[in-house]
């Protein structure tokens, strides 16, 4: 599985990015998805995830109610809509798939894509 994640950029503090991630590859669909992030400095950290059939969705505390995390299987990527950006989101965002037992855990997933870089000015 190769995993491709656009739609990064700068954005003043409140507003909204959407996150893709295009996977390639088979069995997609019998993955679970995660978006992590890590910002300068830092070690990366757990922002959403959902699982293979989209039925259950996970976020961290500092993003609920402000990220979603959604799929669509059939085009084979997973989406991060974030809203109510604020400059602590400031991270590269990177998303990864895999059958993970615990589902924040970073090395619980086996493929990860590039990153793609998320800038929030105050």
């Known amino acids: 599985v190769q995993l491709q994640a656009s739609g990064g950029g700068l954005v003043q503090a409140g507003g909204s990015l959407r996150l893709p991630c295009a996977a390639s590859g088979t069995f997609f669909s019998s993955y679970a998805m995660g978006w992590f992030r890590q910002a300068p400095g830092k070690e990366r950290e757990f922002v959403a995830a959902?699982?293979?059939?989209?039925?259950?969705?996970y976020y961290a505390d500092s993003v609920t109610g402000r990220f979603t995390i959604s799929r669509d299987n059939a085009k084979n990527t997973v989406y991060l809509q974030m809203n109510g950006l604020k400059p602590e989101d400031t991270a590269v965002y990177y998303c990864?798939?895999?059958?993970?037992?615990?589902?924040?855990?970073?090395?619980?997933?086996?493929?990860w894509g590039q990153g793609t870089q998320v800038t929030v000015s105050s």
């Open positions: 990864a798939a895999g059958w993970p037992h615990t589902i924040e855990m970073v090395r619980d997933y086996r493929y």
């Open positions: 959902i699982n293979w059939s989209a039925g259950s969705t």
